[in-house]
């Protein structure tokens, strides 16, 4: 069933008229949504992956009977509850691709959307704190330069020019050898992105729902039939799941077992200061990293929690941890005061590797399992979750992704994007 799209335009008479009453009378920027009794497609969450694939199935598939059910707000989960960061620095091409193709998109994003995403670029420096660390971030570069992509290796007089407040004394407990610069990566606006994919897609006709909470999938035969909710069943040909750390509830209303953890990882900002960082910083040792916002608050996060919840709110240690890694390499930093924090539900594949894939259950879909990396490939996913949605098919870019992997032994042991998930299970 097609469905025509919504949009809309506003003349310079309007907006005046808008203005001087008090912007009373605005539209909804997103419809309040009721959900019909089908769709084609079910994507259940609305974070950026499920949002994504939303607008590239109507854009560049014509699919646009298609429902993105939410049991929260817009943006309220984890797509607005990273660090913004975006970087392709990987050393496996499985990841490495997806990554590196998602920045290129993201380059692109804010004039296709007609949203500004706040894109910027100042870059991703990861710190070396040995020599041999020194000799792995060689090692990555040299694999992410057999990919086409840029990235240099910095020696500590290198690092301090680039970062004149970084402490490259033998004082800190780690210090600071060198390090590895991906200028091409930096961060981006989390919730202009869900936003600006929101409007996009409701643009072209997507019905996007939201305080709709999925508590089961509907199938017959062996194929999936629709996803059930506490107000009633919503029928859909073919089922995506892209709820981050809801997965493994969704996955089991499926009949299906994942190799997937919940764990929670905070982050937190301080006062603004004045322009003193402009790209992220990453610490080799402890998975520290710092970036400064267009605000000028410094933001700050670290390590996972450590063991399994659902819950958004932490513990105090690796808060500390992360503000005695920030003291440790910029000591100017020591007066700062942290202004607040959050947490977001990561989801923790065995392997640390994405789950992207098609599943027993014909025509459901599974998107999960992204551990620190989902934010950064929003895009590049989108399309590939579009694509397999819409042709049936596995993308060769999905395909070291699948579901089966994990009893076929063909995992994606990616290095160096943080800590190897298997140290918390």
Known sequence: MMRRARHRTYSAASLVRHAVSGHRGWPRVIPDDRPRPGYEVVIIGAGGHGLAAAYYLARDHGIRDVAVVDKGYLGGGNVTRNTAIVRSNYFLPARGDIADWSLDLWEGLSEELNFNVMFSQGGVLNLAHSTSQLDDFARRANAMAIRGVPAELLDVEEVAARVPRIDISDTPRYPVKGGLLQ???????????????????????VDIIQNREVTGVASAGGRVTGVETPRGAIGADRVVSAVSAGSTQIAQAAGLTLPVESHLLQAAVTEPLAPVLDLVVTHGLVNFYVSQTDKGELLLGGNIDGYNTRSSRGDLAPLEEAARTLVSLFPSFSRVRLLRTWGGVVDMSMDGAPILSETPLDGFYLNTGWCYGGFKTTPAVGKLLAEMVASGATPAMAAPFALDRFTSGRIVPEEGHGPKPWMYH
């Open 183 to 205: 200028r091409r990566g930096g961060t981006i606006r989390h919730d202009a992105v869900a936003w600006g994919y929101a409007r996009a897609a409701a643009a072209l006709g």
